[in-house]
Nanobody, 126 residues
Framework: QVQLVESGGGSVQAGGSLRLSCVGT?????????MAWFRQAPGKEREGIAV???????DYADSVKGRFTISLDNAKNTLYLQMNNLNPDDTAMYYC???????????????????WGQGTQVTVSS
């Protein structure tokens, strides 16, 4: 059973950076998974913000494009989200998600993913 554990959240000032990590259960080849980061701000729906497709390509939501970078270290079973130039609108609970399927343009749909982490909080102050 795949289990995902996020870490790296915290409180930063606007303009700062954070790197989130999501460690997966050993012995799974996450390079073959669709792996994504979602976030949910208070009172808002969960939104997909970055994905690494199982063909290695990446996609980003417009709100984070150019500021966030998703990457996967297969040797460490770890998915990363490097977040730069943070602003208060980035304040949210951040979740990683994984699925064995090729999702393509469906990657932003939270119902498409079988595996979720517990979340890590990111708070950005102005």
């Amino acid at each position: 059973q795949v289990q995902l554990v996020e870490s790296g959240g915290g409180s930063v000032q606007a303009g700062g950076s954070l790197r989130l990590s999501c460690v997966g259960t050993k012995y799974y080849q996450y390079g073959r998974f669709t792996m994504a980061w979602f976030r949910q701000a208070p009172g808002k729906e969960r939104e997909g913000i970055a994905v690494k497709h199982n063909d290695g390509n990446t996609d980003y939501a417009d709100s984070v494009k150019g500021r966030f970078t998703i990457s996967l270290d297969n040797a460490k079973n770890t998915l990363y989200l490097q977040m730069n130039n943070l602003n208060p609108d980035d304040t949210a609970m951040y979740y990683c998600a994984a699925d064995e399927s090729r999702l393509g343009p469906l990657w932003t749909g939270e119902d498409e993913y079988n595996y979720w982490g517990q979340g890590t909080q990111v708070t950005v102050s102005s």
